[in-house]
Structure formats: structure tokens, C-alpha cells
């Protein structure tokens, strides 16, 4: 396992980055496991990070990678059959090696290796970024 989510809205969701550059998700509490991974190798051949972007419980969360090339999103994970597709393009080439998510800021954070910290604000709840 390289890096692990649980989404703070809904314990039972869990999403798992492996060694394998998969990405697993349980809607259960760990009680079985989905690999939602997809079209993700196409995008990327090294995964490094997750996140989960819940605004609002009332709504589907959002789940974010980071990987060799960028941050990479997935709609509604808990589909299990959604594309992912490049989260944007601001991002210089090189590997995400964590992603943070505030909700009160609306800021996410990707270390990128070598590169220092990047900054979305303004992305996830509708304002200008």
C-alpha cells in the first residue's frame, strides 16, 4: 500500500493506492475491496497519493491521485465505472508524491518531487481558481 484515504463524510469509504499502481475502493469499512482503477494507467504509470474532495455530504465526493505527470480525478468513485481524467494542466511535469485537501479553504496542496508544494484554490466549490 502506498497511500490511504478515508472519506471523513462517510467512514465506510476507503480508497487504497497499492505498489501496483492500482486503486481500490471499499464502501464497507475494508469488508471487500473494488479496483476502481480503470483508465488511470493510460494517464499515468506511477501512482502515488490519494484524496477524497467531499464538500458536502449531500453530494458524491470526488477522489484524487497523484501520480508521475499530475493529479488525476475520478466522479462519483463509488460507481466503480467512471474515467478518470487530468485534474489540470497547471501543475509542472514531475512526480505528486502527497495531495491535502481543506474544505473550509477550498485548497488543495500536491507535493511535487523535486518541485516544491502547488497550490488549487478556489477549484472544488465553484469560485474562480
Do not use: C, K
Not at 26 to 44: P, V
Amino acid at each position: 500500500m502506498r497511500s490511504l484515504v478515508v472519506d471523513p463524510e462517510d467512514f465506510l469509504q476507503i480508497f487504497v493506492v497499492d505498489a501496483l499502481n492500482r486503486v481500490w475502493a471499499s464502501f464497507d469499512e475494508g469488508a471487500s475491496w473494488t479496483d476502481i482503477t480503470g483508465n488511470l494507467g493510460s494517464l499515468t504509470g506511477d501512482v502515488r497519493a490519494v484524496e477524497i474532495v467531499n464538500v458536502d455530504a449531500s453530494e458524491n465526493p470526488i477522489l484524487l491521485v497523484g501520480g508521475l505527470g499530475g493529479v488525476f480525478q475520478l466522479l462519483e468513485p463509488e460507481s466503480g465505472s467512471g474515467s478518470w481524467t487530468p485534474l489540470g494542466t497547471a501543475l509542472p511535469h514531475g512526480l505528486v508524491t502527497d495531495l491535502r485537501y481543506n474544505v473550509a479553504d477550498d485548497v488543495l496542496v500536491a507535493a511535487v518531487f523535486g518541485r516544491g508544494a502547488w497550490i488549487l484554490s478556489g477549484f472544488f466549490q465553484g469560485s474562480a481558481p
